[in-house]
């Protein structure tokens, strides 16, 4: 599996080449990791320097070496990338088991595989022995959480279609996501109807979409960030399936073979190209570049000196979020989500406040609820003043009952 079919062509084929990397380049899901500057982008490339190694067959000690530290790499970057290796790992295995069973390959790729895989933990956990602490016996870390949650099986469904959705909204910057996904399950279908060869490409394709639902079932989010790599890893199979199904039907069915061979793809990838400029042209499509009109930042800005209610379970961590809407409050107050109201001096001398809170955990009307459990004075005015990606800012009017 390459990043393009091994389509001949000279320049057009170059062309086509450097097309389809622009139009992954503009993709705004691959300028958003790009662009959040933290794991998530080593996690994406560490995937694709993997596969683009596994993909040479290269059973040599430079080749297993090579296939082995990028593994390191990605065990080292983040542990979403051991859940999408396990899952990948399974399927490639069973890949290469039937293979050997029909005859068409010998044992020794399964038994390199394996060793290369025993090794890369080896030296992982050589380099970080903490990851057996905090898979297994730390608590608040996300992977004992999700290790946790894997038999928790009542939401699976939803979660699932979620997963899809999250998928399909990245791929579709936020619009269109059942035409992306119909788009996706057409080219798919079609390329298998086509009998291609290289069904390793399919088997990213579903380990990528296994791994999706794990991770939307284990650690449920709408923001999705750890469901970028997958919509990457995907955007890129759905082009060299397309790009492959078009090239074999234009040989079959079309006259000038050997015109319409490479200028179908160049024209149908071009499309692509343009789709991913036009998205990325809107701001509001990358994370993090979100415009905010004059008024809010003013907003936020002019609210620094009210008392602001931090409600998020890790309060310290999201308080940093505030640098995003350019304010330092001087007066803060940080609520767990599960906190229970009482009553509070600052709430009740105050005619005015800011919220702050990820919607996803609290919801405006509960932290309302809670302003006016912790006091003897209503709500008369609320309004959403600015929102970071995940984090709401809302402006509270307050009134004593008796007035």
């Given amino acids: 599996m390459e990043v393009l079919p091994q389509f001949r062509g000279g320049g057009i084929y170059n062309l086509v080449k450097l097309i389809t990397i622009l139009a992954i380049m503009f993709q705004p899901i691959v300028l958003s990791e790009t662009l959040t500057i933290r794991m998530y982008l080593m996690f994406s490339v560490a995937q694709i320097l993997f596969l683009l190694i596994l993909n040479k067959d290269d059973h040599s000690i430079k080749g297993t070496i090579l296939l082995c530290l990028t593994t390191i790499f990605g065990m080292l970057t983040h542990f979403y990338f051991w859940i999408w290796l396990l899952f990948f790992s399974v399927g490639y295995f069973i890949y290469l088991l039937v293979l050997a069973l029909l005859k068409k390959n010998g044992y020794y790729p399964i038994i390199s595989y394996v060793i290369t895989m025993i090794c890369s933990l080896f030296v992982t956990t050589l380099i970080f022995p903490n990851w057996i602490t905090n898979i297994f016996f730390n608590e608040s870390s996300k992977g004992n959480r999700s290790l946790m949650k894997i038999l928790e099986l009542d939401s699976l469904k939803e979660e699932m279609i979620a997963a899809i959705k999250i998928i399909c909204s990245h791929l579709s ?44 079932h284990t650690q449920p989010s709408e923001e999705g960030r750890y469901l970028w790599s997958s919509s990457i890893l995907l955007y890129i199979a759905f082009l060299y399936m397309l790009l492959k199904d078009m090239e074999i039907i234009a040989s079959k069915y079309l006259k000038n073979k050997k015109k319409t061979k490479l200028w179908i793809p160049l024209v149908g990838i071009s499309c692509f190209l343009l789709i991913a400029i036009k998205n990325s042209i809107n701001l509001d499509n990358i994370i993090y570049l979100r415009n905010r009109t004059p008024e ?23 308080f940093l979020c505030s640098m995003y809407d350019f304010t330092i409050p001087e007066k803060v107050k940080r609520c767990g989500t599960d906190v229970q109201a009482s009553y509070d001096e600052v709430i009740e001398n105050s005619k005015e406040l800011i919220v702050y809170t990820i919607e996803n955990n609290k919801t405006i009307d509960e932290c309302l609820q809670y302003i006016t459990d912790s006091c003897d004075k209503k709500v008369i005015d609320y309004e959403q003043i600015s929102q970071s990606y995940a984090m709401s800012v809302y402006h509270i009017s307050l009134q004593a009952e008796e007035e």
Wanted: net charge negative; charged share 15%.
């Fill in 296 to 318: 809010q930042y003013q907003a936020i800005k002019d609210a620094s000196d009210l008392p602001w209610i931090v409600f998020h379970d890790n309060t310290d961590w999201v």
């Fill in 173 to 216: 910057a936020n619009n269109d996501e059942v035409v992306v996904f119909t788009l996706f399950v057409i080219t798919m279908a079609v390329y298998v109807y086509l009998k291609q060869t290289d069904y390793k490409i399919v088997l990213i394709c579903i380990s990528s979409v296994i791994y999706a639902v794990f991770v939307q």
